[in-house]
Nanobody, 123 residues
Framework: QVQLVESGGGLVQVGDSLRLSCAASGRTFSIRTMGWFRQAPGKEREFVAAISWSGGNTDYADSVKGRFTISRDNAKNTVYLQMNSLKPEDTAVYYC????????????????WGQGTQVTVSS
């Protein structure tokens, strides 16, 4: 069992930056990939970014590529999402996720989820 806790969300203005953190606990030795997803009210949850725990390979949604950066600190069992040049369409609840599977597709099959942190970008 893995527990995930997100932090760092808040209310910002267009063009501002935020850094989200996700701390993992429990059976963290089983984690192979961690990712960030987001969901706005009335919309489907969508993939944002992911990183492999061992090799540091990354994957980004086209909507955030060039603006967001995912990173991890293996020793601290923590993943980060640096968000720059924020837009109103980035407004959502952001969730971190973890999985133990070793598969090529980094956008699916996550078993563990955090409770989410709200990011609101005002215009």
């Amino acid at each position: 069992q893995v527990q995930l806790v997100e932090s760092g969300g808040g209310l910002v203005q267009v063009g501002d930056s935020l850094r989200l953190s996700c701390a993992a606990s429990g059976r963290t030795f089983s984690i192979r990939t961690m990712g960030w997803f987001r969901q706005a009210p009335g919309k489907e949850r969508e993939f944002v970014a992911a990183i492999s725990w061992s090799g540091g390979n990354t994957d980004y949604a086209d909507s955030v590529k060039g603006r967001f950066t995912i990173s991890r600190d293996n020793a601290k069992n923590t993943v980060y999402l640096q968000m720059n040049s924020l837009k109103p369409e980035d407004t959502a609840v952001y969730y971190c996720a973890a999985r133990s599977l070793v598969i090529a597709n980094m956008r699916r099959s996550y078993a563990y989820w955090g409770q989410g942190t709200q990011v609101t970008v005002s215009s």
